[in-house]
């Protein structure tokens, strides 16, 4: 279970996160909704490490993240695959490098990297795209490519960041697809940051909304979408916007 | 929350003892995951000798020529003519050949170290080389500036001897030396000492040049713009660094 407990974090005078409170449950796919800006991506980089908070805490499994040893910190980041915005694949290295390189951190042996890298890459519908590199492959392919090198760690959990943005409709099907099959097949539990509400509620059983630093808003899809809060069902409904508009207490 | 728990702000010594100590040991931990690093020095090395090479000969034949014909002119006569082959040697092997040829490298290769690794901070590819649980100091830092270290000299070497030929050919055919008289100079006040004093200065140079490089590659922020910019930043970093250096051997070695 990760856990974040009242996380604070600034950048300079930028307020981003505000006392975040949320709890990250296993098995399940919980799905961080919320404008651009809001601090989505830094959410999910204080779960493996990447930052630190201000104030408050992380916690993956009861471990707080920030408190760890650079040896522990690397063990947990084993347990977590993480699917970048812009898949951050190596250009300088061939997919199946790219995917071996974690691999080979693990000191798995040569038959079973080459056994994981087959099959991780089949299961994003990629089968022997090992030789090629990632400027040859359009921007849904390296995202691919890029949820391949994550679960063929097998993680326990996989953080997704806005994993179909920029991408086409069909294109972004695909890849909620993979994301149900990551935890259907191997049963990882799945963090996916978005704003595409249709992907949302394909592959989210719980859905959160990051408004102002905190959670706005948290509950199934059934319950988002029922929902009485302005905030959370004008960004659901895709409607403009304006926070001042907004009666007071809403804003609170 | 404890943001603000030291009750006294430490003095700037305490502070700079602080930092150096942090260093130390990030560089420390660096080195220390061989396995990381280990396969990616001699690509590294190759790279740096394929980049730099021509360059550095290219400003060491022409460095060679002008000290032969500025000798010449600074002697006028006073001087018996085969001093040229002394002041060649001399300023070639202690100063000309690595400094000139650390500069040169400071935007070629500086530049060049800024840009790649830049390119991968705004692309996220250093944070995913840490969620793949590498250390990116590891895997980025540390082959890159012992590739300088080991590469600098190297070429140094090759810089200064390109240089002393140049200048020998100059003096035998321009300035009406013979090879013994140049050679002759080139002995005459030749310690062991000029040319590991050069080659020296140059592994520093080439810690200083690539370390800059990978620093403000590693600081980037801001997409495209910032990648230029800390490129810009690397040379002049670099740049500053030899200059500072050069004085520093100069005061505790000379
Ligand atoms: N490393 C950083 N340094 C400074 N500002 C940052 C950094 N990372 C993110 N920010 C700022 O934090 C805010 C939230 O960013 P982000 O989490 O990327 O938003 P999003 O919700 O779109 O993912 C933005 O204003 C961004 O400029
Ligand atoms: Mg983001």
């Known amino acids: ?252 | 929350m404890p943001i603000f728990t030291t009750a006294v702000e430490p003095g700037l010594p305490a502070r700079v003892v602080t930092r150096v100590g942090r260093s130390a040991v990030t560089a420390a931990r660096a080195l220390a995951d061989v396995r990381t690093w280990l396969p990616h020095l001699v690509p590294q090395m190759r790279r740096l000798g394929v980049d730099s090479v021509p360059i550095a000969l290219f400003i060491a034949t022409f460095t060679g020529i002008v000290l032969a014909l500025l000798s010449k002119y600074i002697f006028t006569g006073a001087v018996p003519l085969y001093f040229v082959g002394a002041l060649v040697g001399k300023t070639i092997m202690m100063e000309l050949g690595p400094v000139l040829t650390g500069l040169a490298l400071a935007g070629r290769v500086g530049a060049n170290i800024a840009a790649e690794v830049g390119t991968m901070r705004v692309t996220e590819q250093v944070d995913a080389l840490e969620t793949l649980a590498y250390n990116p100091n590891s895997y980025l830092v540390v082959p890159r500036v012992l590739a300088g270290v080991l590469m600098f000299p190297v070429i140094t070497a090759l810089a200064i001897l390109l240089g002393v030929v140049a200048g020998w050919i100059t003096a035998v055919n321009l300035l009406d030396l013979s090879t013994l008289e140049f050679v002759k100079g080139l002995k005459l006040f030749y310690k062991f000492k000029d040319i590991w004093f050069g080659l020296i200065k140059a592994a520093s140079f080439g810690a200083a040049v690539t370390l800059a490089g990978c620093l403000m590659g590693l600081r980037t922020s801001g997409g495209a713009e910032g990648v230029g910019r800390n490129t810009t930043r690397a040379v002049v970093l670099g740049c500053e660094a030899i200059l500072v250096l050069d004085a520093f051997w100069a005061l505790v070695l000379l």
């Open chain 1, 1 to 252: 279970m990760i856990r974040f407990t009242d996380v604070h974090k600034r950048f300079g005078p930028k307020v981003v996160l505000d006392g975040l409170t949320l709890d990250i449950p296993d098995g399940q796919t919980t799905v961080i909704i919320g404008f651009s800006g809001t601090g989505k991506s830094v959410a999910l980089k204080h779960i493996v490490g990447l930052l630190a908070p201000d104030a408050g805490t992380v916690e993956v499994d009861g471990r707080v993240v920030h408190e760890l040893s650079p040896d522990a910190l690397g063990a947990l980041r084993g347990e977590i695959g993480y699917v970048f915005q812009f898949a951050a694949l190596f250009d300088s290295l061939s997919v199946g490098a790219n995917i071996r390189l974690g691999l080979a951190r693990r000191g798995l042996d040569e038959a079973t990297i080459q056994a994981r890298i087959a099959e991780s890459l089949a299961l994003v519908d990629l089968p022997g795209a090992e030789a090629r590199f990632p400027a040859e492959l359009s921007g849904g392919m390296r995202k691919r490519v890029g949820i391949a090198r994550a679960i063929a760690l097998r993680p326990r959990y996989i953080l997704y960041d806005e994993p179909t943005t920029g991408l086409d409709p069909v294109t972004s099907a695909v890849i909620d697809g993979l994301m149900v099959r990551a935890r259907q097949e191997l049963g990882t539990t799945g963090v996916v940051v978005t704003h595409d509400m249709r992907s949302a509620y394909t592959v989210g059983d719980r859905i959160a909304m990051l408004y102002q630093g905190r959670i706005r808003q948290v509950g199934t899809i059934a319950e988002i979408q029922a929902t009485d809060d302005p905030v959370v069902r004008n960004f659901i409904e895709g409607r403009p916007f304006d926070p001042d508009a907004l009666p007071v207490e809403a804003t609170a």
